[in-house]
């Protein structure tokens, strides 16, 4: 295995963990912060940052060197990833958590990977499904059903319900950006740069999403609350986002998005230990199964890959 990739490996494994912890510093957040203004503040905060890093390192070299109408399409190809990962991806599960247990949302984001497989198949159209994918995505949706089993009569509450679709919106909008950050990043632009661009634009975002859904109310300025305003800013957003721009440049779309095996192990211990709360026993058969389902995905795409001289 060569350095690079090697790296890319151990970026991935940060990610695991660091984006466990973030649903638990979401939740901690949101006692203080409307959910969107987190998400503009958080972000851009992040994303600054990041830019002012890039150019102090001359990581910008790259980007000035092309020509002006390919540099322009390359930064709204970057703004609109970053508004499909950050602010739909990461604004949506922020609204979501408002109602849901940051457990059960980091179980419906361990779906990304199915996700990134269905986009991908669409978007190169080339790629065919094989038995292994079908039972995976066969698997991951029963797997929810069982979490579900137990909880039916909560959908009777509406802000519930809404909160369980926002979970699923980040679902698709983060896996969308994944697979636009995999075919989009020129590989000579530095992945601090292209984190940066793309997370203070959904940073941006965020904050229009702010002013038009956002409830009226003032900040509790708690020092709970900005503590975890300031590690989901600095280390959920500005390192791991970098780390993850970097996992992308050197691993597939689908291998970089098995984090998602394990923030929902992650997210669930810290729920409990923090939060007060509790995983049944049909919620972890049925985060087992979602995970199975996960792997047999990622399984069968790597099996097409190889069958297509790919890998």
Not at 68 to 91: D, E, H, K
Request: aromatic share 12%; proline share 3%.
């Amino acid at each position: 295995m060569t350095r690079p990739l090697t790296q890319a490996y151990l970026a991935l494994a940060a990610i695991c963990i660091i984006w466990g912890t973030t649903y638990t510093a979401i939740k901690f957040s949101l006692r203080d912060f409307p959910p969107y203004l987190l998400v503009g503040i958080r972000q851009t905060a992040a994303g600054l940052l990041l830019m002012g890093w890039a150019w102090a390192a001359k990581h910008t070299v790259s980007l000035v060197h092309m020509q002006p109408s390919v540099r322009w399409r390359y930064l709204q190809r970057q703004a609109l990833t970053g508004l499909c990962i950050i602010t739909g991806g990461n604004g949506l599960i922020t609204w979501g958590m408002q109602e849901v247990s940051s457990g059960l949302a980091a179980v419906i984001g361990s779906l990304t990977p199915v996700v990134v497989v269905l986009i991908n198949l669409t978007w190169r159209g080339a790629e065919q499904t094989n038995g292994p994918m079908v039972a995976g995505v066969l698997l991951g949706f029963g797997g929810l059903s069982l979490i579900f089993h137990h909880g039916w009569a909560d959908f009777l509450n509406p802000a519930y319900r809404w909160g369980i679709a926002a979970c699923f919106g980040s679902c698709l909008t983060w896996s969308l950006g994944t697979v636009m950050a995999k075919q989009w990043n020129d590989a000579s632009v530095s992945p601090v740069l292209n984190a940066g661009l793309q997370i203070t634009a959904g940073g941006l975002g965020g904050f229009v999403l702010s002013a038009l859904f956002d409830p009226k109310r003032a900040i509790a300025h708690t020092a709970e609350g900005w503590a975890a305003v300031a590690y989901l800013m600095l280390v959920g957003s500005a390192l791991a986002f970098s780390l993850y721009m970097f996992a992308l440049r050197h691993l597939s779309a689908a291998v970089s998005s098995l984090y998602t095996y394990i923030n929902p192990v992650v997210a669930i211990a810290l729920g409990w230990a923090f939060l007060g709360e509790r995983l049944s026993l049909w919620e972890a058969v049925g985060m087992f199964v979602v995970l199975l389902g996960v792997w047999l995905v990622n399984y069968g795409y790597r099996m097409e890959l190889v069958r297509r001289g790919v890998v």
